[in-house]
Structure formats: structure tokens, C-alpha cells
């Protein structure tokens, strides 16, 4: 999961090195929450327009989750 989100952050952003993916543990309910931390010039472009772009993350990031039975969240840094 933490490669996926990774693989889209990057190609979203204009400064791919400075994106990272952190994982939390899993909190008693085993659900895990990611954390993308971008370029604060990035931020824009990663969240858009009224938070679409963040929504389609989320999406993208459940619907994988599900797939491997799993449990997440997405926050972004």
C-alpha cells in the first residue's frame, strides 16, 4: 500500500524526492493510517481543487485496501 500511494504522489507533485509515505500502526479497530508528506510548494497539487484530488487518493487507497482485506486511512502531511 505504502508503494502505491507513493507511486501517485510522485507523479502528481514537481518535486517527486521530497514525497514520503509513512505508516502508523494499526489502532485497535486494525485500522492503519498512512501519512504523505510532500514539498509545502506541492500541496496545492496534491490536494486540489476542493479537495478532489485528495478524495481520488482516498479512493484509490480504500478500494486496494479492501482488495487485501485490509483497513486504512489517508492523511496528507
Known amino acids: 500500500m505504502k508503494e502505491l500511494l507513493e507511486i501517485i504522489a510522485k507523479g502528481l507533485v514537481e518535486l517527486p524526492e521530497q ?10 479497530e486494525g485500522t492503519v493510517v498512512y501519512h504523505i508528506h510532500v514539498a509545502e510548494s506541492d500541496m496545492g497539487r496534491i490536494i486540489g481543487k ?3 484530488i485528495a478524495k481520488a ?17 489517508v492523511e496528507i502531511d
Open 57 to 73: 487518493i482516498r479512493t484509490i487507497a480504500r478500494s486496494a485496501a479492501i482488495h487485501n482485506n485490509e483497513k486504512i486511512a
Open 50 to 52: 476542493q479537495g478532489r
Open 19 to 28: 514525497v514520503s509515505v509513512e505508516a502508523d500502526a494499526p489502532d485497535e
